[in-house]
């Protein structure tokens, strides 16, 4: 199919690619050691608490619950080239790479409920090592792509994406239980949104490999739909791969998700980061989604907690299929009296 560009482009891929049964598969991976602030390994079982498996049934999804992975606790886990926790975070993220990878072989679009996001880490490893080459969709306020010689703070939530981009494989040291990790994505497959806080060596990286991506300004001068577009643009260009969204809460704006380790002011709004989710349900290759980040121990009372936790349900149920507009049963008639 030829790709086309712009709004035509974007309106071909929503005909082409409807809405449909889904098949959903949800993994839990409760760990924050990825960074320095507990309470984010409480997430998963909060957006479960949520309603989240049965409000993905009421929309007509297919749900298999794995549960959550569970994590040995590691002792001795001193740094290693500046990474904190090295041994904790590696065999953490090796346990959740086999637990995406069996999800993704029972046939399943896999959400994986985190944690912080150092867990990207397993969760893409494991979807690709099931599908080959992947997109990777990465909307978030910070890029998480320093290695761990540019991380200012030594904290792998801030480092994921450079252990699994190709190019960057010669620049990352020997690590203790990292050594099972081989990179699976490609910089060209990669885009970001939401950008807002990206550090020195990030921002080098980010143009040195010509990474795409849409800070903030981008989606203030361009509307979020734009933003889409090209998106949707870009990534039919390099042919129709699976699809990895790795969402981090924080990309919100804090009025909208404030119980997080991380929120950065002048984030994306509520209905932005919907749009972002409706999108990529519509164009059919979503294949795995990551939902990280919520940190209830961040939260200053219950409404932010609750405010922060609705948003991450709704963005998933998104994702699969459902749409602000509403929807109906293919057979629905009107009552005759």
């Known amino acids: 199919m030829p790709v086309l560009k712009g709004l035509e482009g974007l309106r071909l891929a929503l005909r082409t690619f409807t809405r449909g049964h889904h098949s959903v598969g949800i993994v839990g991976a409760p760990f924050w050691k990825g960074q320095p602030r507990a309470g984010v390994e409480l997430g998963p079982d909060l957006i479960r608490n949520a309603g989240l498996v049965e409000k993905l049934k009421g929309q007509g999804c297919t749900v298999k619950d794995y549960g959550n992975v569970t994590f040995e606790e590691v002792t001795n886990d001193e740094p290693i080239n500046g990474v904190r926790r090295p041994r904790a975070v590696g ?155 790795s969402y981090d809460i924080d990309a919100l704006d804090p009025s909208v998700s404030p119980a997080t380790g991380t929120p950065v002011r002048g984030g994306l709004t509520y209905r932005e980061g919907i749009y972002i989710t409706e999108v990529i349900s519509q164009t059919g290759l ?16 219950d409404a932010e907690i609750d405010s922060t936790v609705t948003a991450a349900v709704d963005l998933l149920q998104s994702c699969f299929g459902r749409v602000r507009e509403g929807t109906h049963p293919p057979d629905y008639q009107v009552p005759k009296p």
């Not at 409920?113 to 893409?124: E, K």
């Not at 739909?225 to 969204?245: N, R, W």
């Not at 979503?286 to 009372?301: F, T």
């Open 91 to 245: 065999r953490a993220n090796e346990k959740l790479s086999n637990a995406v990878g069996r999800v993704k072989r029972d046939g399943h679009t896999c959400v994986m409920l985190g944690g912080d996001h150092s867990l990207a880490i397993g969760s893409i490893h494991g979807h690709a090592s099931c599908r080959g080459e992947l997109s990777v969709l990465w909307v978030d306020a910070h890029a998480d792509i320093n290695t761990p010689l540019t991380s200012p703070t030594g904290n792998v939530h801030g480092q994921p994406m450079s252990y699994l981009i190709h190019e960057l494989h010669s620049k990352i040291p020997a690590i203790a239980d990292f050594s099972w990790i081989t990179p699976c994505v490609w910089a060209k497959d990669l885009v970001y949104i939401g950008l807002r806080d990206v550090d020195p060596g990030e921002h080098f990286i980010l143009k040195n490999l010509n990474i795409k991506m849409f800070s903030m300004t981008d989606v203030d001068r361009l509307g979020i739909a734009k933003v889409m577009e090209q998106t949707c643009d870009y990534l039919f260009s390099k042919g129709k791969k699976p699809i990895h969204l």
């Open 286 to 301: 979503l294949s795995a989604v990551d939902m990280v980040e919520v940190n209830p121990k961040r939260g200053s009372c």
